[in-house]
Each structure stands twice: as C-alpha cells, then as structure tokens.
C-alpha cells in the first residue's frame, strides 16, 4: 500500500501546500498553514456516507391503520403481555426450568391456532413426538399447529419465506438455535445474539409475533449476553416455587404495556389454570386470626393481590447468637425494620430469632409492606393476633413515620371486596373511608401503642 502523502491547507483562504511553510504562498498570511490528513483505503472502503438506499421518514401523525393486538386466548397472559400480541413485536420469556414455560406457549399457541390464525411452533429441545405427546395430555392434539424439531436458523427461515407468515412464531430455546454464518456452539454469546437478530428482523419485516424462549442462570437471570434484552420488546419472567401449585407471569420490559403487570396461573393435571383471584388464593386457611399473621394489599402492575405476611418470634437463652430468617422479602429491610422498632418504639429484638415469611411462596418488593412486617412483628413478640379482617400498608422510615403509599384507596378497595372491614395504615390515604373502616397511624410507636394496649 502506497504511503499516503502529507498536505498543508491554509486555514484563513483554503489553498494547499505539499510542504509546510511559514507564509501562505497564496494569501501572504503567516503561521495559517495546517496539516490535513488524506483519506486512506481503509477510510474509502469504509466510508458510510453515501452509497446506501434511501431511508423512508414518516411523520408520527402519518394517517394509517396501526398495528391492532391479538389476542392469545389467556386472559392472564394477555394481561402481562399488556392487552395482547402486538404484530411484529418480539417477546424474550425466561423462567427456571420445569417452571412451565412450554406448556404455557403451547397452550396459548393452540387458542391462536384455533381462532384461525397461523401459528408455528418450532423445538429446539424437543423432538416433535415429546411435542405431540405433550399436547396430547394437554388435551390440544386437534389444534392446526404447524410443528417442527429444528435449530438451524437459515433452514428455520428458508421453511418460513415458502409459506404465508404466520400470526404468531414460537423458537424453544433461543439457546438452542444455531447460525451457520457464526463460529461457535449454540448458545455462545455470538450465536444468541446473531440467531435473534435475523428472527427478530424476519419479524419485523413480516409483521409475526415472535416468542422467544430463554434459559435462565442459577441467580435467576436469562443466560446469554444482556444485549439480548435490549433487542426485543417485551422480557418477562415466568416464576414460582415447584412446592406451589401457582405460576405468577411478570413483565420486566414491555414497550407496549406497562411493566410489573402480571398473569396468575396455577398448575393443574390438564396444564396450567388461569386464576382470576389470586388474593383467594394466598389467603386460603385464614379461618381464625393468629398472632404474628398480618395481611398486605400488595400492587402488581395494575392489579391489587392480598398476601399473608407470618412472623415467628423465639426468644432464645442469654449469649446464643440469634438469627435472621426470611422468605419472601428483603433481608436487608426486615434488618432496617428491626432497628426502628428498637430505637423508636423500645422494643428489644437482640436476644430472639426472627423468622418472616410470605405465605403461597409470593415474593414482595413493595416498599410498602412495611408496616405489615412490622404489625406482624409487634404481634408475634407480644403473642396478641391482630384485629380480625384488618390490613395493613404503609412504608416505615427511618424516623419511624408511616409515610403514604401509592394507590392507596385501590389497595383498600379490593380488600373491602373480598371481606376485610378494617385497614391500618398512613393518615392520609384518599378514598379509604369509602372502602372500609379506615384508621390512620402517623408513628410506628402509635402501631405498639394499639397492638400491645389492644385497643
């Protein structure tokens, strides 16, 4: 390659010198010459500027049908999803395996078929037998699913683009599709990532819902490189304990929907059953109140769900090391809670064990919880059960004030609707006189006070 040659430009009338000099032969001015480097064959080669096709622009307020959602036949997947599959849209769902990823696709799969609409369902970890053999117990063997055992992502869409597209493209696992454009295994980075991009442009391009099964680590994150998050549309995580017969579907990222919406399922012999109240179903065997048992309406999304909070106090004999133990919530807030409780309310926690737990294996981040925690707390240590058909909400601070929560009056609501008459929690909740018997506490001593005192 031939050493480009170096050139001088003046920078007050343009003109160029092949060797630098004081004064500009041109202009006559001084010190204005500067050296300007020549484009090199690398930087013709890849010089983007020109030569490309033209990019149609559309105004946002182009007038045109937009893309109209299609519903799955899952009510409560249609709810995390936002109102339905969105055309064009591309959908990245993880969850722990055996956790019924498969059997929910493949039932939503066979609605959509049903409906009339082209579905195809593509296994890269099954043979197309162990499909069929699932569907048959699934009692789904009659639905027009187009069925295929295939990881090859150019013979995946090869088949596609010598068929009508269909409504609806389901790839399990994505960790299973391979490249032969790519080096490496499938499920390396490079492959995950290059294997999604052309399904995704596939559909993009054809207006297809694309489902994307994903494996999960062991710290509950989807295996794969995170850019694979950014691609797609929608991320959801199907969850719960195999030791519960519930599935909860939440949405983590959604583009057209709000997130942290979620979809209630329960496992059945004949696959998985929606559940249209799922605060029935975390409060199942609450016939008589208990001391430690405190009830928070929690928020998901758009829907309110009662959860049952447990807390076991034990009081252990001077200079053992007592202990910490929760499930269902953060450890690091039940540790915050504790000091609260302690310098603000003179209650002594040092010499017991605290256990906490939230009922139905349910796994709460709501800040809101903490008065909850804390009303079971009181309640346990003093072996006094809270009052009957109460709840409770409100975030504890620091200082040991209740401080407000957000949708506070449809929380109350939703608990005067499956029986509850009393709720507890900050002063000024709007609409909660309307639900229900409402008494607003402005300190945690004041939650003591009546616990203790049961007044």
Not at 38 to 44: G, H
Not at 97 to 125: C, N
Not at 220 to 245: C, K, N, T, W, Y
């Amino acid at each position: 390659m031939a050493k480009p040659k170096k050139r001088y430009v003046c920078q007050a009338c343009g003109g160029v010198s092949h060797r630098w000099q004081g004064q500009c032969p041109d202009c006559a001015e001084w010190n204005t010459l500067a050296e300007d480097a020549p484009a090199t064959v690398f930087s013709m080669k890849h010089d983007l500027s020109s030569g490309g096709r033209a990019v149609e622009f559309v105004e946002l307020d182009k007038p045109g049908a937009l893309p109209q959602r299609q519903p799955t036949g899952l009510a409560e997947f249609d709810r995390a999803l936002g109102g339905g599959l969105v055309p064009g849209s591309a959908i990245l769902l993880g969850g722990d395996p055996g956790i019924g990823k498969s059997t929910l696709l493949l039932q939503a799969a066979a609605r959509i078929a049903r409906e009339g609409r082209g579905v195809v369902y593509v296994s890269g970890e099954e043979a197309s037998g162990q499909v069929r053999m699932r569907a048959a117990r699934l009692g789904l063997s009659d639905a027009p699913v187009k069925l295929a055992a295939a990881t090859g992502v150019r013979d995946i869409l090869t088949s596609l683009g010598s068929m009508d597209a269909p409504g609806l493209l389901v790839i399990d696992s994505i960790q299973t599709m391979h490249s032969d454009t790519i080096e490496g295994a499938p499920g390396t980075v490079s492959q995950v990532r290059g294997c999604a991009f052309e399904l995704i442009r596939y559909a993009k391009e054809n207006g297809v819902a694309l489902v994307l099964v994903g494996h999960v680590t062991k710290d509950g994150s989807i295996a794969g490189p995170r850019v694979l998050e950014h691609m797609v549309d929608v991320v959801m995580s199907f969850e719960g304990e195999r030791s519960h017969q519930y599935r909860i579907l939440r949405a983590l990222k959604n583009r057209f929907g709000a997130v942290d919406e979620i979809g209630v399922f329960a496992m059945a012999g004949e696959g998985l059953e929606e559940v249209d109240n799922p605060s029935m179903l975390f409060l199942s065997g609450r016939d008589e109140p208990m001391a430690g048992s405190a009830v928070f309406p929690a928020i998901e999304g758009t829907r309110p769900v009662l959860v049952e909070i447990q807390a076991l106090i034990v009081r252990l004999q001077s200079g053992a090391t007592p202990r910490r133990a929760v499930v269902g919530w953060d450890n690091g807030r039940l540790a915050m809670l504790l000091a609260v409780l302690e310098s603000r309310c003179g209650l002594n926690f040092s010499a017991a064990e605290v256990y906490l737990n939230v009922a139905g294996g349910y796994r709460l981040s709501d800040p809101a919880a903490d008065l909850a925690v804390a009303a079971a707390l009181v309640s346990a240590m003093a072996d006094k059960a809270l009052p009957p058909r109460s709840v409770w909400l409100g975030e504890v601070s620091l200082a040991g004030e209740i401080r407000p929560v957000a949708h506070g009056g449809l929380r109350l609501r939703e608990a005067a609707k499956l029986g509850f008459d009393r709720g507890f929690g900050p002063v000024d909740v709007k609409g909660a006189g309307s639900a229900l018997a409402y008494d607003g506490l402005g300190q945690l001593a004041n939650l003591v006070d009546r616990i203790i005192g049961n007044s």
